[in-house]
């Protein structure tokens, strides 16, 4: 039997009071590791120029588009995980804990290759602009070297939060954090080594990450027994294929946007940038929920606790709503102040502050998305959130991208498929998050009626 510890088991007691518990550890590692890639950006910003600032956060779009089938099979690492633990199962756990770190590191490997090799044909069909793509290829060769040591954080990460421990990640993340920043200030203004120094700060970080993280109990990792368990692996498949492959499209739709943004010149790339980056901190805050939702309907569908789930959904939807209200808003009012960090290029800051206003106050609809699909996933449905995304958020970012934006050109169009896309994929979420807990219901009064 797995050693389930009070604040572990996701089953019991006050589920608000457990979810925000769980939540803000989680709020605080994504927030630290956004400050230290905010700092690479920061850095190269202010000590090396706009171009080398374009360099370092176009990119973000294409090493997404690239990692997160992995990601999403970490989530699936995460829901196998968790449904193990809210059973009780120790040898699942361990099983699912081999598999997961095993297929880290085959995807981290792959990733490794294909990234540094295609670097630069990626970014040519980014168009990304001239005076960006030698720096910008230089970035992404080096940041994919380290990518073995990114994909077995992540899921360690997630096999964590599978058994409710989100403070080990966060202190662990804090200090390889501050070694991250110095390294940035030592690399780029003392060795004058501009976008190579950011990424080769970057992937030590990960890699003293991965050092601190230990796993203990059923969670320990032992590296003889490293390999594929047929079970867990096929269960993490069928959870996490759909969510990356869903991840994926999503990326490939932002690729096509980033595209379309590069047309405007390397002022606009840079201040488009700048914002991602600053709303990416809004984005953490309600994905902690989102994260929240998927572990605790894990644990309690794996625990048969199924009238737990309903208020899981209920407090995570209002959580994710206030913080993206609030964070959201936040941002909107000072986004002037918070862009000049990054630059003091005011034609870039009017470029970053063009997107903001569009997105930041909207965003919030992106945290209602993203927490109804990880109810959907827990409750072992991965397929019917991927489609609904794929359809109401890719499809209609591509399609208005090929008729709207051409049709009225400028970055303001493309902003708003952002909070478009959202809203429609969230109502028809829902819908189906309705139509499955249904049929779960029926499915539980049939049980019931069988057994009496």
Request: charged content about 10%.
């Amino acid at each position: 039997m797995a050693q389930m510890s009070q604040a572990g088991d996701l089953t019991s007691g006050p589920m608000l009071k457990k979810i925000i518990l769980f939540s803000l550890p989680l709020a605080a590692s994504s927030f630290l590791q956004l400050l230290f890639n905010a700092a690479d950006v920061v850095v190269v910003g202010r000590f090396v120029g706009s171009a080398a600032l374009a360099a370092v956060g176009s990119n973000g779009a294409l090493i997404n588009l690239l990692v997160n089938l992995f990601v999403g099979l970490a989530l699936g690492a995460n829901v196998v995980a968790a449904r193990c633990y809210g059973a009780k199962d120790d040898q699942g756990v361990h099983e699912a804990v081999q598999t997961a770190v095993t297929l880290s590191l085959v995807g981290g490997v792959l990733m490794a290759f294909v990234g540094f090799f295609a670097a630069h044909g990626l970014l040519e069909l980014m168009s990304s602009p001239e005076d960006v793509i030698d720096l910008a290829t230089l970035y992404l060769k080096i940041y994919f070297i380290g990518m073995p040591m990114t994909m077995l954080y992540n899921f360690n990460a997630s096999l964590l939060r599978a058994v409710g421990d989100t403070r080990r990640p966060l202190v662990c993340l804090a200090v390889a954090g501050v070694i991250n920043v110095v390294l940035n200030l030592l690399f780029v203004i003392v060795f004058q080594m501009s976008v190579a120094g950011v990424a080769l700060a970057t992937i030590l970080r990960q890699t003293v990450t991965v050092l601190l993280v230990r796993e203990e109990g059923a969670m320990h990792l032992d590296l003889r027994h490293l390999g594929f368990h047929k079970k867990a692996l096929l269960q993490i498949i069928q959870i996490g294929l759909p969510a990356g492959l869903q991840s994926t499209v999503f990326s490939l739709s932002n690729v096509v946007i980033q595209s379309a943004i590069n047309s405007f010149g390397s002022t606009v790339v840079a201040g488009n940038s700048a914002a991602s980056n600053l709303e990416g901190f809004i984005y953490t805050g309600m994905n902690a929920f989102a994260q929240a939702a998927v572990t605790f309907t894990s644990q309690n569908v794996g625990a048969r606790r199924y009238d737990n789930l309903d208020r899981v959904m209920r407090n995570c939807l209002l959580c994710v709503t206030v913080a993206g209200l609030f964070l959201g808003c936040g941002a909107y009012f000072g986004g002037e102040v918070l862009l000049h960090f990054y630059s003091t290029d005011e034609a870039v800051v009017a470029a970053g502050l063009s997107r903001m206003q569009i997105i930041c106050t909207a965003y919030f609809l992106c945290g209602i998305m993203d927490t109804l699909a990880s109810c959907l996933r827990g409750r072992g449905y991965s397929v019917i959130p991927m489609i609904v995304s794929l359809v109401g958020s890719c499809l209609l970012r591509l399609v208005w991208i090929a008729t709207i934006f051409r049709m009225f050109r400028s970055t303001g169009t493309l902003y708003i498929s952002y909070p478009l896309s959202w809203a429609l994929t969230a109502g028809v979420h829902l819908i189906c998050l309705l139509v499955v807990r249904k049929k779960m219901n029926d499915q539980l009064k049939e049980e019931s009626r069988l057994v009496a």
